[in-house]
């Protein structure tokens, strides 16, 4: 079995959480490099020393000529059934046949997939996403992965997908969007169908946070916030700065009801490393922050009548976050730094 091969936090996972100083300090940071990084996204992106990226590089390298052959793709590579391969999200799929824990990777090749999944989430994260990849496909290894391009030559991407799971890195291949593309989470900790308050689920706590928000709101904001039908989970692609987003909009709210929907972002991405975290702040940032955003709520599915709603999106220009809670926990995530970036799900 693969276990994991980090014993202390990494430089890039120091705390479980960030302010809503830092992560507006971040949102700064991040938005003056996006011009950098656009301009130089035809050369091959640094790799950093210690990153997921460089154990990708390594990966790639140590794969043979088969090995090749069924798992990396050009960096534009279209499957015939699923579209731009490099793009495509999920909630239960498998990106190439090939499972990690399996003779088609030797044990060295094992244990750089984990040192990238692990590079790619937050320390104190690792063990909990090993809980739920225990809970929905028997634990990590029954995975599969894919890289497109060729690291340290140009464009590249790492992709593990399987069941509730779409996670990515690049580099910054893709400097207009975050986490290398959309991304998929999910869990069902207690079975298909999870009871009243989602014991044992990993996220469950971000519905909590967001619905927190709905409690701060008066009668006439919840009256704007709540809606009777949720959208597609998967319909997550931009609508735009002139788009028509549901629920009550970010800039409707009072300060302090602004500063908890500020806590429940940062509740979203802290299970992830911080480049990611940071390039999260930088989109939004480039789409006119929060204020931009709406949040909504859902009666459809909502479980024990005790108005914690199950269903909840945070939707702005070039932002989408779809928290569907029932029968258990999806979540779809597509963030840009601009509205013209395509979904393929």
Same mark, same amino acid.
């Given at each position: 079995?693969? $276990?994991?091969?980090?014993?202390?936090?990494?430089?890039?996972?120091? +705390?479980? @959480?960030?302010?809503?100083?830092?992560?507006?300090?971040?949102?700064?940071?991040?938005?003056? @490099?996006?011009?950098? /990084?656009?301009?130089?996204?035809?050369? @091959?992106?640094?790799?950093?020393?210690?990153?997921?990226?460089?154990?990708?590089?390594?990966?790639?390298? @140590? =794969?043979?000529?088969?090995?090749?052959? *069924?798992? /990396?793709?050009?960096?534009?590579? !279209?499957?015939?059934?699923?579209?731009?391969?490099?793009?495509? !999200?999920?909630?239960?799929?498998?990106?190439?046949?090939?499972?990690?824990?399996?003779?088609?990777?030797?044990?060295? *090749? *094992?244990?750089?997939?984990?040192?990238?999944?692990?590079?790619?989430?937050?320390?104190?994260?690792?063990?909990?996403?090993?809980?739920?990849?225990?809970?929905?496909?028997?634990?990590?290894?029954?995975?599969?992965?894919?890289?497109?391009?060729?690291?340290?030559?140009?464009?590249?991407?790492?992709?593990?997908?399987? +069941?509730?799971?779409? &996670?990515?890195?690049?580099?910054?291949?893709?400097?207009?969007?975050?986490? $290398?593309?959309?991304?998929?989470?999910?869990?069902?900790?207690?079975?298909f169908t999870e009871k009243v308050g989602h014991p044992g689920n990993i996220f469950w706590h971000?519905?909590?946070?967001?619905?927190?928000?709905?409690?701060? &709101?008066?009668?006439?904001? *919840?009256?704007?916030? =709540? =809606?009777?039908?949720?959208?597609?989970?998967?319909? !997550?692609?931009?609508?735009?700065?002139?788009?028509?987003?549901?629920?009550?909009?970010?800039?409707?709210?009072?300060?302090?009801?602004?500063?908890?929907?500020?806590?429940?972002?940062?509740?979203?991405?802290?299970?992830?490393?911080?480049?990611?975290?940071?390039?999260?702040?930088?989109?939004?940032?480039?789409?006119?922050?929060?204020?931009? /955003?709406?949040?909504?709520?859902?009666?459809?599915?909502? &479980?024990?009548?005790?108005?914690?709603?199950?269903?909840?999106?945070?939707? $702005?220009?070039?932002?989408?976050?779809?928290?569907?809670?029932?029968?258990?926990?999806?979540?779809?995530?597509?963030?840009?730094?601009?509205?013209?970036?395509? =979904?393929?799900?």
């Amino acid at each position: 079995m693969i $276990g994991r091969t980090s014993a202390g936090p990494r430089p890039d996972s120091a +705390r479980h @959480a960030i302010s809503r100083r830092e992560f507006m300090q971040s949102a700064a940071a991040a938005s003056a @490099a996006i011009g950098v /990084c656009s301009s130089a996204a035809s050369a @091959a992106p640094a790799i950093a020393d210690g990153s997921a990226e460089a154990a990708v590089k390594r990966l790639y390298e @140590a =794969l043979s000529p088969e090995q090749r052959r *069924q798992v /990396c793709f050009a960096w534009e590579h !279209v499957d015939q059934e699923r579209g731009l391969l490099r793009t495509r !999200v999920a909630a239960n799929w498998h990106v190439t046949a090939p499972r990690v824990r399996s003779e088609f990777y030797t044990p060295a *090749q *094992q244990r750089l997939v984990r040192e990238i999944f692990e590079a790619l989430i937050q320390h104190d994260w690792i063990a909990r996403f090993d809980k739920q990849l225990r809970d929905d496909a028997g634990g990590f290894g029954n995975q599969s992965i894919a890289i497109f391009g060729v690291p340290g030559a140009g464009k590249f991407q790492f992709v593990i997908t399987g +069941r509730h799971i779409t &996670l990515r890195c690049d580099g910054g291949s893709a400097p207009e969007v975050a986490f $290398g593309g959309p991304i998929f989470y999910g869990h069902a900790a207690s079975g298909f169908t999870e009871k009243v308050g989602h014991p044992g689920n990993i996220f469950w706590h971000q519905a909590v946070a967001a619905n927190t928000v709905f409690g701060m &709101l008066d009668g006439k904001q *919840q009256q704007m916030a =709540l =809606l009777k039908t949720a959208p597609a989970e998967s319909a !997550v692609g931009f609508q735009g700065r002139e788009g028509k987003f549901s629920g009550i909009p970010v800039s409707a709210l009072s300060a302090d009801q602004k500063a908890h929907v500020a806590t429940v972002l940062e509740k979203l991405i802290e299970p992830y490393r911080q480049s990611d975290r940071d390039r999260v702040a930088g989109c939004l940032k480039a789409q006119g922050g929060l204020e931009r /955003c709406a949040l909504a709520f859902y009666e459809e599915g909502a &479980l024990g009548g005790n108005r914690v709603w199950d269903i909840w999106r945070l939707e $702005g220009p070039a932002f989408a976050w779809h928290f569907r809670g029932v029968p258990h926990v999806h979540t779809w995530v597509h963030v840009a730094d601009n509205p013209a970036v395509k =979904l393929n799900a």
